[in-house]
């Protein structure tokens, strides 16, 4: 018999019950709540009379709402700030912590989640947000729920789940000076396809992957979604256990070195069988940059806008098609001929503080271009922009002309006032380029941070290795 | 949730891949804490000419005459014909109740995203994998036929075509059962409950850092 996959000790450690026909109920440990998702469950336990069956396993927070600018006038949005307001009845009422707007712990769901030790390895996390596979990154077993699920699992600790297939992506080789995870994760979507991880659970290894830092390995997780994947996940190692140490909700002391002992297990065995393997070269990725309305549509910053024409099937060409003129592109464009007209770092995929210093060491000395209308930089938590400020990084991005806003999950998804306008084109360190994400009409490119503040400065696309 | 055991419904195609949730329902509308009420808004960038807010009166609004679900002869469908990776993006439930309550019951495509296909089975939708060429045939059946309708039959997973030719489907027993029955999950989960109070029981000595 082969040995086990990192998934499979996952799946098997939290079974409860298995179906003959492979439905399982699944236990999950760590359940995150946000505003947007959660009000419909909450009211659903209300209507049945159902309480909530294990509280403390819970953490809400407000993000996709809250204002990034002059928070303490509260969110003016009426209808925004009753989302936010019911959150916090809800945790009110079920007994279930929350950051406030105004905590600083407060920020992105899935930034605060490992930033407080509430995500650790060999956890099941789930939140209502698709972007729950980040936390994969510490050997975690996370995926994205909708809010029927959120109900379930607030009422009964488990979810009805299948097992998915199991897709390896070895990332040999080593990332090049300015390459970085959101490069490679960019690259890996441009090879499987925004379907090619669909039914599927994809560990990410090899030599490229474990160089990664933690911070790294969850902007890589975090994009598995972006490949159809539920969840995107990185075995136990060295750096995992450093980063998680000392966290307010890790272990301490004996109980420790029980949960070390067990998380140091959590790897692949070396005999283990995937469904599917496939290998990158991670030598060989060069900054990404989309060009289309799908994170598939993405070409390296050397190359150019490619022409529908050339494209394989029909579908693919008329998609195709349709994104240019969307975008307002001409095949065969080159990248760094493309001009924006604003920036944004943040997001739950990089808006850590290892990618704010990505930026800021680009930025330092240098201003924004004059076209550039506006670049702002939305750290991940209330923590992160404390760190950031204390290490000086607020001072430079406001030196090169950038904005210097409060901690959510802001110009992302453009629930707040961060939006583009129609036609405004934007260097977006987030993860998806949708038509309408940013705004109605507005153009996402997605990019790395340090490929992000470059574009600020040049005032269009350029190479980041160049500067 | 609403039952589904059959239905012959009119068909309305909508031919373009990768249909994500926030072209589904973009992100102004998942203010809303009510489960209802999305309808109006589905597909709401493409099907009207203006930008949508929150709080509008959709009949007031001017519709995009291009827009396959604006064209008379769409009008009533209950079944969607899509493309390739249907709802892919976002897990927000909001874009399966916003079809729901479109009217739309039964969805048909070559492959769905994970989140949103299982979100569906919540809401008393039926999402249909076919293989592609099966799909693309029933696109170009569809265009070539006002008035086109389809049956669809849960119960023995068919569909039957205005010729009579009949298309199988797989659909998970579990979910099968929950749609043809109006059941929901929660109910059913917490017949399991002593099975959940064990397993939880032993995690408490094996992983005590996670009740703390």
Redesign the interface.
């Known amino acids: 018999m082969s040995g086990q996959t990192l998934y499979d000790k996952l799946w098997q450690s939290h079974l ?2 298995s ?1 003959p ?3 399982a ?1 699944l ?1 999950i ?2 359940h995150l709540v946000h505003e ?2 959660s ?2 469950a909450f ?1 659903g336990l209300r209507l ?1 009379g ?1 309480k909530v069956w ?1 509280a ?2 819970a953490v809400a927070v407000p993000d ?2 809250v204002p990034t600018l002059n928070r303490e006038q509260g969110i003016t ?1 009426a ?2 700030r ?2 936010v307001e ?1 959150l916090d009845r809800n945790c009110a009422e079920f007994g279930i912590v929350e950051y406030g707007m105004n905590d600083v712990r407060q920020g992105i769901v899935h930034v605060i989640g490992p930033e407080q030790g509430l995500t ?1 390895p ?2 099941t996390v789930v939140c ?3 972007h ?1 596979s980040t936390h994969g990154a510490f050997g975690a077993l996370a ?7 959120v ?2 699992v607030l ?4 979810l ?1 789940a ?1 097992k ?1 297939r199991s897709m390896r992506v070895w990332v040999k080789g080593r990332l090049g000076v300015g390459v970085t995870a959101k490069d490679l994760a960019l690259a890996i979507i441009g090879q499987l396809g ?2 090619g991880g ?2 599927y659970a994809i560990e990410f290894a090899g030599p490229a992957v474990s160089a990664l830092s933690l911070e790294g390995r969850m902007t890589l997780c975090n994009m598995a979604i972006e490949a ?3 969840a995107g996940m990185v075995a136990v190692d060295q750096a995992t256990l450093d980063y998680v140490r000392g966290r307010p909700a ?2 301490t002391g004996s ?2 070195e ?2 070390e002992a ?1 998380w140091r297990t959590l790897v692949s065995d070396e005999d283990a069988q995937f469904d599917c393997e496939v290998t990158v070269n991670g030598s060989d990725v060069v900054p990404q940059v989309t060009w289309g309305t ?1 994170p ?1 549509m993405v070409v390296g910053v050397t190359g150019a806008v490619p022409d529908p024409d050339d494209m394989s099937d029909a ?2 060409r ?2 195709g098609q ?1 994104a240019l003129n969307y975008m307002g592109l001409t095949a065969h464009t080159p990248i760094t001929a493309i001009a924006v007209d604003k920036v944004f770092i943040g997001s739950c995929t990089n808006s850590r503080i290892e990618d704010l210093r990505a930026a800021a060491a680009v930025l330092k000395g240098r201003h924004k271009a004059a076209s550039v209308k506006l670049a702002m930089v939305v750290p991940g938590s209330g923590l992160i922009k404390r760190q950031a400020e204390a290490e000086g990084l607020d001072k430079l991005f406001l030196a090169a002309g950038f904005e210097w806003r409060e901690p959510g999950c802001s110009m992302c ?3 707040n006032a961060d939006r583009l306008e129609p036609g405004e084109r934007c260097a977006a360190t987030s993860n ?1 380029n ?4 940013q705004g ?1 009409g507005g153009r996402t490119h997605l990019v790395s941070p340090a490929m992000a503040a470059a574009a600020a400065l040049a005032g269009h696309f350029v190479d980041v290795r160049d500067f | 949730m609403r039952a589904l055991t059959e239905l012959t419904g009119l068909v309305v195609p909508l ?4 249909v ?1 949730t ?2 589904i329902i ?3 509308f ?6 209802s009420g999305f309808g109006v808004n589905l597909f709401d ?1 493409w099907r009207y000419l203006d ?1 949508g807010e ?2 509008q009166d959709c009949s007031q609004r001017p519709l995009n005459p291009d827009f396959v679900l604006n064209q008379p002869r769409y009008q009533g469908a209950q079944i969607l014909l899509a ?3 249907f709802g ?6 909001h874009a ?1 109740w916003a079809i729901a309550d479109y009217g739309l019951r039964v969805l048909i495509a070559p ?5 949103f296909y ?2 569906c089975f ?2 008393g939708l039926l999402p249909i994998v076919l293989p592609a060429e099966q799909v693309e045939r029933l696109f170009q059946e569809t265009f070539a036929h006002p008035g086109y309708q389809l049956h669809v039959d849960l119960v023995k997973q068919e569909i039957v075509t205005p010729a009579g030719e009949i298309l199988t489907f797989d659909v ?4 099968k059962l929950c749609l043809l029955n109006g059941w ?3 109910g ?3 017949q ?1 409950l002593g ?2 109070r064990a ?2 029981a032993q ?1 408490i000595i ?7």
């Open positions: 409860v019950h179906e026909d492979g439905s109920l236990y440990d760590r947007v998702t009000p419909q009211e049945a159902r294990r403390t396993s996709h709402n949005d209808v925004s009753l989302q019911t650790l060999g956890m209502g947000d698709s729950t995926f994205g729920i909708g809010t029927s699920e109900e379930h009422a009964t600790q488990c009805v299948r998915s925004t379907a669909t039914g159809g994947a539920r890790a272990p109980v420790w029980q949960a067990w799908s598939e579908v693919k008329s998609d349709r998804l453009a629930m998806r949708f038509e309408g994400r109605a | 031919d373009r891949a990768n994500d926030d072209a973009p992100k102004q998942l203010k809303s804490i009510l489960r960038a930008q929150p709080g493309r390739e990776n892919c993006g976002s897990s927000r439930e399966p492959g769905f995203a994970d989140i299982n979100n919540k809401n998970d027993a579990h979910r929901d999950d929660i059913l989960t917490l399991h099975e959940i397993y939880e995690r094996d992983a005590p850092w996670l009740f703390s």
